[in-house]
């Protein structure tokens, strides 16, 4: 079989009682599809806790893996911040506007909601601050800060992509992972090796509006009622269809080429898919929560999702759900015969076709090999 170029992963989720991603008026995130509205999870807030997870499995507990940062603060915060303690207030003052502009764009030095939220990464801010501190150093006053700072401006963009084009992961792992756009700079631009769907529920949505008091602990008898608090929120339940495609020659050239570590990436990464759950109201509904149902797919033709086996809402049933997955994939085979290698876990009696059960720890050890196998 040839190498595999893409990783495709279909899940299963359920979470009872929860409030898992909220809309601007704070309810759920909903989706209409097949004449149904259906409870949905972004793909935004899955891809943050993944990547924020503090877990055995975490990227950050990855050898090599370097760090991001998502902020309008970048400048502010990690270049310079540290240099005022060392260095007189004007000469920072007369630094900090063009080193915003640089990153941010020409209007940055009027202030944070000037800036767009950018992601940059450890190795890109550690230069930005030696840089920023060399200027310091050199400057004698205000007036040589400016000076120096305007001609460092003038050569930023070729020098930082020199950095980028010498690191391994410039940009951090999580624009490695999920790419980052910098309208500023164009070239600062990562296409995106891992693509993630919205999540939604397999049947029509099931929400409650759950009404609620806080109980004043000082309530005196004579006080007309114990809830000094009344307040409504709304619950969902659901069962939750997932997709997650990785580009996997994508992927390994974003690690700089390291395929070692884009495996360790991938074998991580299927553990969170499995296992972290959106952490919404954690400490009122607990929505913690494990794949019941995961197939992974390695193949070379192009990925195609599985949702549309939910176009028709179906009972909230795990083995309802197993089921139609399964016969939905298997006339898709019988269609295009695309011949991808199959693993999967399952809580359910129905297994998809052309697939080999096992743990989850067999399906993140065979993932990574199928990446280390792209690299070859």
Known sequence: MSRSRFLQIHTLHTYTGALLNRDDTGLAKQLPYGGTFRTRISSQCLKRHWRKADDVHALSEIDGAEDSFRSRELVTER???????????EVIDALEPELQKAVYGEKADKGKRSRQTLLLGAPELAWLAGEAKRLAAEATDAKAAKTGVADWAKSFKDNIKALREATALPGGLTAALFGRMVTSDPAANIDAPVHVAHAFTVHAQESESDYFTAVDDLRRDEDDSGADTIQETELTSGLYYGYVVIDLPGLIAN?????????????????????????????????????????????????????????KAIANDLEVAAETLSQHLGKLDGIYATGEARRHLSMADAAPPSSAPGSLAELADWAKAKTLEAAQ
Request: proline content about 7%.
């Open 79 to 89: 270049v310079i911040a540290p240099l005022r303690a060392e260095f007189p207030k």
């Open 255 to 311: 690690c700089g080429g390291n395929a070692a570590l884009a495996g360790e990436v991938v074998h991580n990464l299927v553990y969170l898919i499995a296992e972290v759950s959106p952490g919404a109201k954690l400490g009122s509904t607990a929505p913690y929560g494990r794949a019941e149902l995961m197939l992974l797919e390695a193949g070379d033709r192009q990925p195609r999702s599985l949702a549309a086996a939910y176009r």
